[in-house]
C-alpha cells in the first residue's frame, strides 16, 4: 500500500512561492503523482502530474505558468513548485497517486487516483 505525506503548505502574500512536498513510501511506485486543491465549497481540482516512468508533466490552465512538478526518484517525493502565487490559489492541497499510467487517467479525475494524503493548506492574501 503506497503512502502519501504532503508538507510545505503555509500562509504567504500574493506573488509569493512555495513549495508542497508529497513524500511516498510503501511498495515501488511507477504510476501516476499529481497534486490536486480543493478550495472552500469548490470541488476538487486537479492542479498538476507527472507520469513517474517519465517525468512528463502536465499542469491545469489555472495554473499553467506559474506551478512546476518535479519528482525526485531517489527520495521518492514529488514536489509543486507555486510561483506568483495569487489569493484564488488558496485551497488544501493533496498529493494523489494512481497505479496505472497518466496516459490511462483522464485529467481531473478523481477516481483514477487510488491513494491520497491528508493534504496541506495554502493560504494566499492579498
Known amino acids: 500500500q503506497v503512502q502519501l505525506v504532503e508538507s510545505g503548505g503555509a500562509s504567504v502574500q500574493a506573488g509569493g512561492s512555495l513549495r508542497l512536498s508529497c513524500a511516498a513510501s510503501g511498495p515501488t511506485f511507477s504510476g501516476c503523482m499529481s497534486w490536486f486543491r480543493q478550495a472552500a465549497g469548490k470541488e476538487r481540482e486537479e492542479v498538476a502530474r507527472v507520469a513517474t516512468r517519465t517525468g512528463v508533466a502536465r499542469f491545469s490552465d489555472s495554473v499553467k505558468g506559474r506551478f512546476r512538478i518535479r519528482q525526485d526518484k531517489s527520495k521518492n517525493t514529488v514536489d509543486l513548485q507555486m510561483d506568483s502565487l495569487k489569493p484564488e490559489d488558496t485551497a488544501m492541497y493533496s498529493c494523489?497517486?494512481?497505479?496505472?499510467?497518466?496516459?490511462?487517467?483522464?485529467?481531473?479525475?478523481?477516481?483514477?487516483?487510488?491513494?491520497w494524503g491528508q493534504g496541506t493548506q495554502v493560504t494566499v492574501s492579498s
Open positions: 494523489a497517486a494512481a497505479d496505472n499510467l497518466c496516459s490511462y487517467v483522464a485529467f481531473g479525475d478523481i477516481g483514477g487516483f487510488r491513494y
